[in-house]
């Protein structure tokens, strides 16, 4: 029903920048929350930062000050700006949204992921 596309992973330094963006597509009514959760092997998927409808933001302690999530409404978009990554960054991101669709109240859609990598 509904589909994320994520992009823009990769390898950078340790104290570099990545930006991450996500374009859903599909039955979308509205996105009530997109986010980003992140999982690094051996560990649990964890909730990085997620946003709203209407702008509220929410991050996890480890990013605070140093992620900046974006989202536009009209266009079904988000992005995750990551300023000096740290090596504890690297994992597999995912991109993810809260939906009501036209047939289902709340949709939770995820992206394929996608893999940043961080050198020391």
């Known amino acids: 029903q509904v589909q994320l596309v994520e992009s823009g992973g990769g390898l950078v330094q340790s104290g570099g920048s990545l930006r991450l963006s996500c374009a859903a597509s599909?039955?979308?009514?509205?996105?009530?929350?997109m986010g980003w959760y992140r999982q690094a092997p051996g560990k649990k998927r964890e909730l990085v930062a997620g946003m709203t409808w209407d702008g509220v933001a929410n991050y996890a302690d480890s990013v605070k000050g140093r992620f900046t999530i974006s989202r536009d409404n009209a266009k079904n978009t988000e992005s995750l700006q990551m300023n000096s990554l740290r090596p504890g960054d690297a994992a597999v991101y995912y991109c993810n949204a809260l939906v009501t669709t036209g047939s289902v109240l709340e949709y939770r859609a995820w992206g394929q992921g996608t893999q940043v990598t961080i050198s020391s």
């Open positions: 599909g039955s979308i009514v509205r996105i009530n929350v």
